[in-house]
């Protein structure tokens, strides 16, 4: 049973650029979560997704944008890109039924902004 | 608001050493509590969990009291081995609203490592 998957897993961009993420939710769940955690940092929460809508979201500018599809996959998007950007982006998935069981998290993909 | 704060690292001990990572929280209500561990170069797993006030996770030795007058998750382990070595962060679950299933809200981590 395959977990979440992230891609890509590293990704160099220039300031100014923009930036898709991916994230494929494990098998049976139905809501996608996205973090951003900084070197040394923990994560911090950007915003989830279900049943296609936004639903909540953190303290993070417009610049940061996403998608949900139909099969309950996910995009970040990211938006003239800042060097404070870098980061790792990690995506978790869950179910509406939330047994507070804790999110299923992906490896993360690695951000480079230069 | 809600926060999370956990003792400062990096905490260096040798095999088989008694672990103690403290972790307070300030929330509105009774949040759900958690334990996530980071490899190098992963993402996050879940080690324990508790969701209520009494509450003891535990998981591949490690335990977790959640304790609602001290407001505390502190995880701790008997014995640590070499393979124990990684970040460790505290989390709480915010309530669910608006249709959201409420967000984890992190503490900055602890960085553990352990001598053979």
């Known amino acids: 049973d395959a977990g979440v998957t992230q891609s890509p897993t590293h990704l160099i961009k220039t300031r100014g650029q923009q930036v898709t993420l991916r994230c494929s939710p494990k098998?049976?769940?139905?809501?996608v979560s996205w973090y951003q955690q900084a070197l040394g940092q923990g994560p911090q929460f950007i915003f989830q997704y279900y049943e296609e809508e936004e639903r909540q979201r953190g303290n993070f500018p417009d610049r940061f944008s996403g998608h949900q599809f139909p099969n309950y996959s996910s995009e970040l998007n990211v938006n003239a890109l800042l060097l404070g950007d870098s980061a790792l982006y990690l995506c978790?998935?869950?179910?509406?039924?939330?047994?507070?069981?804790?999110?299923?998290f992906g490896s993360g993909t690695r951000l480079t902004v230069v | 608001g809600n926060s999370v704060t956990q003792m400062e690292g990096p905490v260096t001990l040798s095999e088989e050493a008694f672990l103690t990572i403290n972790c307070t929280y300030t929330a509105t209500g009774y949040p759900s509590l958690f334990w996530y561990v980071q490899y190098p170069g992963e993402g996050l797993q879940l080690l324990l969990k508790a969701t209520k006030a009494d509450d003891k996770g535990s998981n591949k030795g490690f335990e977790a009291t959640y304790r609602k007058e001290t407001t505390s998750f502190h995880l701790e382990k008997g014995s640590v081995q070499v393979s124990d070595s990684a970040v460790y962060f505290c989390a709480l679950l915010t309530g669910n609203y608006g249709g959201s299933q409420g967000n984890l809200i992190f503490g900055k981590g602890t960085k553990l490592s352990v001598k053979p």
């Open positions: 098998s049976g769940h139905d809501t």
């Open positions: 978790a998935s869950s179910h509406r039924s939330w047994t507070a069981s804790g999110y299923t």
